[in-house]
C-alpha cells in the first residue's frame, strides 16, 4: 500500500483494504481507469466518488447543455477528483475551478489530476465551497457553470425508492441553490437518481427546463 500523507492512499493488496470500502476496491479501475498508475484516495472517498465512466457522460451532458457563453466551469465538492478531471478532460471549459474543504481529499484530486495531464486546465481551492462561491468567484459568476455533486447523507440512500431531497445531509437542495444562484442562474446538480421528482421540479429556476 502507498500512503503518502496518512490518508491518502493507494491500496496494492486486498488484504490492506478496510472491510467497509473492499467492495468498492473491486470497482478501483472503473472508479479510475489509470488506478494502477498511482491513484490516491481517502478511505472517505470511496464511498462518493463518482465512476470515470459516469463522470464522463455527467460531463458531456453539462457540456452540451451549458450556455455557449460560459467558459469557466466550478466544481464545488471536487472529492478526490474524479468529476474535476473529467471536466478538464472533456475540453468544452477554458478553466476548471475545483473546491474543497477536506484538505487531504483536495491533495488526492491535485495527484490524481496530474496522473491525467490536466493540472494546468484546474485551479484548486481549499475550504467551503459557498465562501469561496461567494467571496472569492463571484466575478466570474456570469461566466460560469457550476457544477455540485453534494454528499446524500451516506450510502443510505440506496435503500430508498423515492429519494427524499429533504435528508440530504450536511447541505440541503435549498442551501445549495440558493447559495449559488447568488452568481449564476445556470447550477446543475448531481443527484441519486431515485431522487423526488416533484421536489426538484419545486426547485427548478423560474421557467428553465429541469434535466
Not at 481507469?33 to 465512476?51: E, H, N, Q
Not at 466551469?73 to 473529467?86: E, R
Not at 452568481?183 to 416533484?198: E, G, K
Amino acid at each position: 500500500m502507498q500512503d503518502l500523507s496518512g490518508t491518502c492512499k493507494h491500496y496494492n493488496d486486498i488484504r490492506d483494504v478496510p472491510p467497509n470500502i473492499r467492495k468498492y476496491y473491486h470497482q478501483r479501475h472503473t472508479i479510475f481507469s489509470r488506478y494502477d498508475y498511482g491513484i490516491l484516495m481517502t478511505d472517505d472517498a470511496w464511498f462518493g466518488v463518482t465512476p470515470e465512466p459516469v463522470a464522463n457522460k455527467v460531463a458531456i451532458h453539462v457540456a452540451e447543455n451549458a450556455p455557449s457563453s460560459k467558459a469557466i466551469l466550478i466544481d464545488c465538492f471536487a472529492g478526490v477528483g474524479g468529476n474535476t478531471i473529467a471536466f478538464a478532460l472533456s475540453g468544452r471549459w477554458k478553466k476548471v475551478y475545483a473546491i474543497e474543504k477536506d484538505e487531504n481529499a483536495l491533495n488526492c484530486a491535485k495527484h490524481n489530476a496530474d496522473l491525467y495531464g490536466v493540472s494546468r486546465q484546474i485551479s484548486w481551492f481549499h475550504g467551503d465551497c459557498f465562501q469561496i462561491v461567494k467571496n472569492e468567484l463571484a466575478p466570474v459568476g456570469p461566466y460560469s457553470v457550476i457544477f455540485a455533486s453534494p454528499p446524500w447523507g451516506g450510502p443510505g440512500y440506496c435503500t430508498n425508492t423515492v429519494f427524499d431531497l429533504t435528508t440530504m445531509y450536511p447541505y440541503t437542495i435549498e442551501d445549495i441553490l440558493h447559495s449559488f444562484r447568488q452568481i449564476t442562474p445556470n447550477v446543475a446538480l448531481f443527484l441519486p437518481r431515485t431522487s423526488d421528482l416533484r421536489q426538484l421540479a419545486g426547485e427548478s429556476h423560474e421557467s428553465k427546463k429541469l434535466k
